[in-house]
């Protein structure tokens, strides 16, 4: 499976790539899917380019991707959209339109309160476990570990093409020790986004690629757009393992 991370926390001072409103971002969605993509993850952002878990800002936002495509739809919970992990749970419980997965940071304080907010409205939920932290750890203390919909490996901090497989093996190592039992997304950030997306293919692992996780495609030249990028995985990898 290849999901495309259409923004993340970028916003348009970085790259004229990044998809900022509904409309922008259903009509990458639209163009990713057509080139590839079996899931999209999204970053729903205030006018003025902020993340938020608002529902004003998460109902339009998943709506209109949701109406572009025909695959599930995914938002963020970063800690950095709503710090308090007790009002991300609220702003949970207020949303009118329901993505049908949201990514919870497993190392940010209060991840079970915020899974435990998703779970309770019916959305799945990508334990997100990032190399280099308590993440790992702190996921298999958690009693939500079975229920999660899949695990994301996420080499975020390693950002060398040269050492971020290394790292990335090494937290699938760590996340092979926990019995959760639920299918793992491996993917990597910026300059080790590539070669991690290479290793998940030669692993038979789901990963993903977007804007989110880097601005250039293999070559070093600035993609256009998710399009591209889903592209170049899709050759790269000849496909991703279904999961």
Known sequence: MLQVCLNGPRTAAGSGA??????????????????????VHLHPKTPCGQDSLSPRVV???VAAVREAVDVPVGVTTGAWAEPDAARRAERIASWTVLPDHASVN????????VAAALLARGVGVEAGIWAGTEAAARFAASPLAPRVLRVLAEVIGDTDPVTAPATARALLAEL?????GRPVLLHGHDGGAWPVLQLAGELGLASRIGIEDT???PDGTPAGGNDELVGEAVWLTGGLAAG
């Open 18 to 39: 990044v998809p900022m409103t509904p409309a922008a971002l259903a009509e990458a969605a639209r163009r990713a899917v057509a080139a590839g993509a079996q899931d």
């Open 59 to 61: 109902g339009p936002a």
């Open 106 to 113: 497993w190392h940010e304080p209060g991840a079970d309160t």
């Open 176 to 180: 092979a020790a926990i019995p959760h």
């Open 215 to 217: 601005l250039v495609l």
